[in-house]
């Protein structure tokens, strides 16, 4: 036997033949996230669990823009470390295999429940490269709302045409009670209005009692409505609100809007405000909050769904 395993290693010595060597394993990679809703606010931690064969594996996660990293929370086996931060993408080079986790915060939330992928991936010293994918459901921020209140017309949504419509609209932020934000500071909300549409910045006894406008003012802050673009659409900005607004704490606006004609229609001989094409029209495009969280320092931002009526032609 030993003269057979001689001849053999003879052999390979003369003919330069390799010997066989181990072949190093794919990495693998596992993530998961702490919870599969969140809101507004609210902190994910993300966990990456790594194993390799080889000397260093890098590790990668672009998380997707509603999220974003929160600072000094990096560990890697339960220990701080320092990953290298490229806009949304926080990489980190393991030694050997191990786990990783992070903190992250939800800082944008749409008008309807969203559902975003955060995908990892890691690469081994020998190129190899393997990933992972974990779902999160963000749902609306509560404390957002744009909102009818008021309308000339019984049915707010389903109005005539060439008629002078009036609406009172609702624009509120709310602190919500017991969540993930204790201060709102540096708040903002922008919407751009319906393209035929005007406010009224006065009050006038003529058209219903008791409704609210602009004037007087906001709870607080100061109140920007101007014309933007060929169709003059009204661009409102809501700013400079309460320096802070506390958990639980609230503040609203009153706008009152009604039907005018399109400056690119010719004007209708049987009323000056009113709508002049049949179908869907939007008071608003959607209004955007922003403000600033001050226990995470980073800008927090909301939406809220167009409010969309119907224009219709009366029967007879």
């Not at 992250?104 to 955060?118: D, F, H, P």
């Not at 014309?227 to 900005?237: A, F, I, R, V």
């Not at 690119?264 to 955007?288: C, F, I, R, W």
């Amino acid at each position: 036997m030993k003269k057979i395993l001689a001849i053999v290693f003879a052999l390979v010595l003369v003919l330069g033949l390799a010997l066989p060597t181990a072949v190093a394993a794919a990495p693998t990679i596992t993530k998961t996230l702490s919870a599969e809703n969140a809101q507004l606010g609210d902190t994910i931690t993300v966990t990456i669990q790594v194993t390799t064969d080889t000397a260093t594996a890098t590790v990668s996660d672009t998380l997707p823009g509603e999220l974003s990293y929160l600072i000094g929370s990096f560990q890697v086996d339960g220990n701080p470390a320092m990953p290298t931060v490229a806009g949304q993408t926080i990489s980190y080079t393991l030694s050997s295999s191990g786990t990783i986790t992070f903190d992250v915060q939800v800082t944008s939330a749409e008008a309807s429940n969203i559902t975003v992928t955060n995908t990892a991936t890691v690469t081994d010293a020998a190129g190899e490269v393997e990933s992972d994918a974990a779902d999160l459901t963000i749902v609306p921020y509560a404390g957002f709302s744009k909102q009818v209140v008021r309308c000339t017309e019984d049915d707010p949504y389903n109005v005539p045409w060439h008629m002078d419509v009036h609406w009172l609209l609702l624009v509120q932020v709310v602190n919500v009670e017991d969540d993930a934000i204790d201060e709102m500071t540096d708040l903002v909300v922008k919407d751009n209005l319906g393209g035929d549409l005007e406010v009224h910045t006065s009050y006038n006894e003529g058209d219903y009692p008791g409704k609210v406008f602009i004037n007087p003012p906001p709870t607080s802050g100061t109140l920007d409505i101007v014309e933007k673009g060929n169709t003059k659409k009204l661009k409102l900005t809501w700013e400079d609100i309460d320096d802070i607004i506390n958990d639980g704490d609230s503040e609203s606006i009153w706008i009152e809007v009604s039907t005018d004609v399109n400056p690119g229609q010719a004007k209708k001989t049987d009323g000056v405000n009113e709508y002049t094409e049949l179908g869907p029209h939007d008071l608003n495009s959607g209004a955007t909050l922003k403000f600033i969280d001050s226990e995470t320092g980073l800008q927090l931002s909301a939406h809220t769904a167009p409010i969309t009526v119907v224009a219709y032609e009366p029967a007879g």
